[in-house]
């Protein structure tokens, strides 16, 4: 019998597949079980709710809603809510689901209440669904928990789950999103006796939600409805906003502060290689800045370096064909706007990608490009981890003249997002097409070094 300790090797099932005539998604099904028994049911799941969510932070996708399921239940596409007596009780996913949609076609979007976690992909397509409503006036707060410290493997991907559905939404333009968080010891669970403990609020209308989502109470009371939304107020001025704004490098640099930044255990991943690896800290001071803020930024940075005068490395990053290309031929630094940062002249480009290339093929560094073909990045975003438990992630708008960012100190989110990367850049099953080998990042850069040499890229 084959179990854990008795795998057969990697290379042995490579050869074995051509002789079992299986078809693409039976040796897809085929890695995946290899992998689970490999790893194991949880640090899989873990991986697979990080997946999620940097394909969604890099590339948002938001479409018609999946059709809700229901245990048993058939679409009556005619069900309508009916509140005259002050509440209605609907059970069936799909009958909770259908009503909602109804719901929030009759009530005003300027400030809809969700006190429900990201758990279930209920409430993603409940979201889906009112992005594609196109309604400028659109405003969600949404009131979460997060569990404190968490130890155990259930706990860490409780709170991946919610942060894989959260930060996509949260960095994206499409709908106004504001999501808060308070942290607790233990969450509700679906034992929980509580028959309805998460709610909505959409304009007059009061949602309360079971926890799995398949029984709901609609309820139109005004009274009932004031004293939920004032409740709910209470909390979100006591919890701590995930994602915050920000229009100028200062406010940045608060949440993010270069202190932070070490030469140690530094990870990155964003349209562009992490620009400190590429130049000499002095050099950087010179030709980066754009305004003063960002050259007293550099200044920080360069003083709280522990390697002072020398370059603060990312010992895992990647980043995007687009963004090296368009370093190399133009000097541009997509993940800022030009008012802060220069362009790069050409005679520095050369030797820039000369370092970024001597990390590539560094021993102990994971430095690799995005494929473009299975990971398309849209958006102009940078996630940076430190070796100090500290995960930030920068977005700048389409119009560059704010940003928003998410900043985060917790261990456990930090390993996942490390062991992600570690994982991503040598797994042969489930990130396999995330990033290319090492010889194809190498040949990248020696084309951009040879088109600068040439003067192709001037």
Not at 21 to 33: E, H, M, N, S
Not at 40 to 65: A, N, T
Not at 68 to 86: I, Q
Not at 159 to 171: C, D, G, R, T
């Amino acid at each position: 019998m084959i179990n854990a300790n008795r795998l057969p090797e990697q290379q042995n099932i490579e050869k074995l597949i051509p002789f079992l005539k299986l078809t693409p998604d039976q040796t897809k099904d085929l890695w995946r079980t290899y992998e689970i028994i490999s790893s194991g049911e949880q640090l899989y799941e873990r991986r697979q709710f990080m997946l999620s969510m940097v394909k969604r932070i890099f590339h948002p996708e938001f479409s018609s809603p999946k059709l809700y399921k229901s245990n048993g239940a058939s679409p009556k596409t005619g069900t309508n809510v009916n509140l005259r007596a002050g509440h209605i009780i609907l059970k069936g996913r799909y009958e909770v689901a259908h009503s909602l949609i109804l719901a929030s076609l009759n009530q005003p979007d300027d400030d809809i209440c969700v006190f429900a976690p990201f758990t279930s992909d209920f409430i993603s397509d409940f979201f889906k669904h009112l992005s594609s409503k196109g309604s400028k006036t659109l405003h969600i707060r949404h009131l979460m928990h997060f569990i404190k410290n968490p130890a155990q493997p259930k706990e860490i991907n409780f709170n991946l789950q919610i942060l894989s559905n959260v930060l996509p939404l949260a960095f994206t333009d499409l709908i106004d999103y504001h999501a808060y968080y308070t942290y607790v010891q233990h969450p509700l669970v679906a034992e929980s006796q509580i028959l309805h403990p998460y709610y909505i609020i959409m304009g007059d209308l009061l949602i309360h939600l079971a926890i799995d989502f398949e029984a709901a109470v609609f309820i139109n009371i005004p009274d009932v409805v004031k004293e939920y939304r004032d409740y709910f107020n209470l909390n979100v001025s006591e919890a701590q906003q995930l994602v915050r704004t920000g229009d100028n490098l200062k406010d940045l640099a608060e949440y993010f502060p270069p202190s932070v930044i070490k030469r140690s255990g530094f990870c990155k991943m964003g349209k562009q290689p992490w620009l400190f690896s590429m130049f000499n800290l002095e050099t950087a001071l010179k030709i980066i800045p754009g305004n003063k803020d960002v050259k007293n930024t550099i200044d920080h940075i360069v003083s709280s370096s522990s390697d002072n005068g020398k370059r603060i490395d990312a010992h895992i990053s990647f980043f995007s064909r687009e963004g090296l290309i368009e370093f190399s031929k133009n000097g541009k630094i997509l993940n800022f706007p030009e008012k802060y940062v220069k362009i790069i002249p050409a005679k520095y480009r050369t030797n820039s990608l000369k370092m970024l290339k001597e990390h590539v093929e560094r021993e102990g560094y994971m430095v690799r490009v995005f494929n473009d073909n299975f990971f398309h990045i849209t958006t102009n975003i940078a996630i940076q981890i430190t070796h100090d438990n500290h995960v930030g992630i920068s977005v700048f708008d389409n119009k560059h003249d704010s940003y928003r960012f998410f900043f985060m100190n917790e261990p456990t989110l930090m390993d996942a997002f490390i062991d992600f990367l570690e994982y991503a850049a040598n797994s042969p099953f489930l990130c396999s097409n995330i990033v290319c080998s090492q010889d194809e990042t190498i040949a990248l850069i020696d084309d951009c070094i040879e088109k600068l040499k040439s003067g192709e890229y001037k």
